[in-house]
């Protein structure tokens, strides 16, 4: 096999001190900062939202989606069927469900299952909204809340008696404590 020698193409002295580059990358730098500036001098209110003294919340698009939770219907029961079509799609596998049977003298058995476990690792959240889509029986919402804290890892751990605080009740029809289904 023979050995092929390429010649490197010869640097000026600007180029290898890297001078014309350093001034290209000035130039587009400043010409954003004019630009920018122009902006900031035309507008009358203020860009930057100081945060704890002011909210988002009258500026939330109705579209955001923010924390899941769980929610009960208008009588005080859980929409949540166990089907665990939210752990399953979730992409972070953030949410963790455990079945559990109805037992047969509940007056609400003709459900077949609900949930004895089901946690959300807010850390691992990503705020998809896949879960709210995928859920047959609208027990999962999420709520427009955007400040979620903990000072440990446990704190971010949500269960079931955490998401349901945090949900609250939805009026409207439940599939599953339809007659007819």
Not at 55 to 62: F, R
Not at 68 to 77: I, K, M, Q
Not at 148 to 172: C, N
Request: proline share 6%; glycine share 4%.
């Amino acid at each position: 096999m023979a050995t092929i020698t390429v010649k490197r193409p010869k640097l000026a002295w600007h180029e290898k001190w890297f001078l014309s580059t350093f001034v290209k990358g000035m130039a587009t730098t400043l010409g954003h900062a004019i630009k920018n500036l122009k902006l900031l001098v035309s507008r009358s209110e203020k860009t930057t939202m100081e945060y704890p003294e002011q909210k988002w919340d009258s500026h939330l698009p109705e579209y955001y989606r923010g924390a899941p939770a769980l929610v009960t219907d208008e009588h005080g029961r859980e929409r949540c069927v166990s089907c665990q079509l939210c752990e399953f799609i979730c992409p972070p596998k953030a949410i963790k469900i455990i079945p559990s049977e109805i037992p047969s003298d509940d007056p609400w058995a003709k459900v077949e299952k609900r949930p004895a476990v089901f946690d959300i690792d807010m850390i691992r959240c990503i705020y998809c909204g896949m879960c709210e889509e995928v859920c047959p029986e609208q027990a999962i919402y999420l709520r427009k809340d955007y400040a979620i804290t903990g000072t440990s890892r446990a704190e971010m751990m949500h269960d079931k008696t955490k998401l349901y605080e945090i949900g609250g009740m939805r009026v409207g029809l439940v599939n599953k404590w339809n007659e007819l289904k």
